[in-house]
């Protein structure tokens, strides 16, 4: 079952991330899982691994669908 809360989550799911570093702001992909600080090569951690899912797995799930669907496409035509 799809909650009102969860459409509202995918409505205000941001088109990109701001990750401040080294006196810098950097826009990554809310996707992204790490980001490389261009200025000292940190490897910054964006996402969590726990056990809850998060909205972005949302749109994982969805992607990797839309992904395969596009597989199956080419081979029907």
Request: charged share 30%; with cysteine.
């Amino acid at each position: 079952m799809i909650t009102d809360e969860l459409l509202d989550a995918i409505r205000d799911f941001p088109v990109k991330r701001e990750v401040e570093h080294c006196g810098d702001v950097h826009n990554v992909s809310p996707f992204d899982f790490y980001f490389d600080c261009p200025a000292c090569g940190v490897k910054i951690k964006l996402r969590a691994f726990s056990g809850s899912p998060e909205i972005e797995d949302v749109f994982d799930a969805v992607l990797a669908w839309m992904h395969r669907a596009a597989e199956v496409q080419k081979c029907v035509r």
